[in-house]
């Protein structure tokens, strides 16, 4: 198998970060901070980055990380990074083998800022980046709703691994997905998946454990024959993405279900296991640039579960110029088979709006 030993980084990484973070909610202060983009982060993110880079650094020194977090708010608060020391010192995983694998714990609290920092990388088209999101949906987080916890390694640009660490998403591949999935997912029994897929070598989930890796299984989207019966995910956040486009595009497709709403890349997550069937993410702003570490492990999920995954305008997501998608607008995920007459009614949507 291709890439085993960066798969099993990358899953014992996010389950060690995606307990840190649960650890947070039930029993923190989240510690909340708003960024210079008014969006809140949270001393779970810092947490869960300065761990899984450190997982990286480990294994593999020489590959660069683009993170979406870095150490400047704790470098300036020492409570803070008080309170991040913490977390990492008591987030380990029960099997000792496992946590070895993955370095063990943070030696100190210079090594908490390095590896929090150390997230920096500009990204592009050549060699081994890891794109992270340590805690995606952040506002779902601090609703209790879904988030997830995002690693993948990019190959010369093209997302080639992926992990999704989803706390408050249920074991169960099958179980239907229904409104309530986003707006009180608190974790409880038979919740928590880590979601994978190497490229060329298909998806899995596994639930997620304190100890080492479950065993996996294989997952892959619906069949949908009749694209009227398809359920389709989209945003909790009406900035994030435009619901009144999604709604349009969903009703030209015969589509009378309403949209599941879920924060996060549980979306990805939840079309590739079938649970789900499409993924809108129309643009709200003209400017606004889709972050790298949103879509990578996500998109190489769905796309190994027999999806297809675009921008609005049909082109194919450009992982390699940089930390953002910066010449994509939007994304659309759709099992291959009805991705066609989804990208077409997704482009008369938008045409009808210039
Ligand atoms: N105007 C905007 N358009 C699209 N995405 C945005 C946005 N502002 C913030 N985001 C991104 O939306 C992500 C959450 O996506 P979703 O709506 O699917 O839950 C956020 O990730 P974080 O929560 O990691 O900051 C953030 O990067
Ligand atoms: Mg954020
Ligand atoms: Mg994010
Ligand atoms: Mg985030």
């Not at 980055?49 to 660069?64: C, G, M, N, R, Y």
């Not at 500009?122 to 060699?127: D, E, P, Q, T």
């Not at 070598?201 to 997620?208: D, F, K, N, V, Y």
């Not at 009406?238 to 009144?244: N, Q, W």
Request: charged fraction near 25%.
């Amino acid at each position: 198998m291709a890439y085993e030993k960066e798969l099993e980084t990358a899953l014992l990484a996010v389950q060690r970060a995606t307990l840190l973070t649960k650890s947070v909610f039930t029993s923190h202060s989240k510690g909340t901070l708003t960024k210079s983009d008014a969006s809140p982060v949270t001393i779970g993110d810092f947490g869960a980055q300065a761990l899984i880079i450190a997982s990286i650094k480990h294994v593999f020194p020489e590959d660069e990380v683009v993170g979406e977090e870095d150490a400047d708010d704790l470098r300036a608060d020492e409570t803070l990074r008080d309170l991040v020391w913490d977390l990492v010192t008591a987030a380990k995983l029960e099997d000792s083998v496992a946590e070895d694998k993955i370095g063990g714990p943070i030696k100190s609290k210079d090594a908490l800022l390095e590896a929090l920092d150390s997230g920096k990388s500009a990204g592009g088209r050549k060699g081994r980046i890891w794109a992270l999101d340590p805690i995606d949906g952040t506002k779902g987080f601090l609703r209790g709703g879904q988030y997830a916890v995002c690693l993948a390694l990019m190959v010369d640009g093209v997302p080639t691994v992926g992990v999704l660490g989803c706390p408050n998403l249920p074991v169960d591949d099958k179980a239907p997905l229904d409104s309530s999935i986003g707006a009180d997912a608190d974790s409880g029994e038979g919740k928590g998946v880590l979601f994978s897929a190497v490229k060329g070598e298909g998806a899995s989930s596994r639930p997620l454990s304190k100890a080492g890796l479950q065993e996996a299984q294989k997952i892959s989207m619906k069949d949908v024959t009749d694209i009227s019966e398809a359920t389709f995910c989209e945003s909790v956040e009406a900035g994030h993405s435009s619901h009144g486009d999604q709604a349009s595009i969903a009703s030209k497709l015969g589509i009378t279900k309403a949209s599941v709403r879920m924060d996060s890349q549980a979306k990805y997550a939840s079309i590739a296991r079938g649970a789900g069937d499409l993924y809108l993410r129309l643009p709200v702003s003209k400017s606004y640039e889709e972050k790298i570490w949103d879509h990578a492990a996500g998109v190489v999920i769905v796309q190994e579960a027999g999806g297809e995954v675009t921008d609005a305008h049909g082109k194919p997501l450009d992982f390699g110029i940089g930390r953002t998608l910066k010449e994509n607008k939007g994304v659309v995920a759709a099992p291959k088979s009805v991705f066609p007459k989804v990208i077409e009614v997704v482009k008369e949507v938008l045409g009808a709006k210039q």
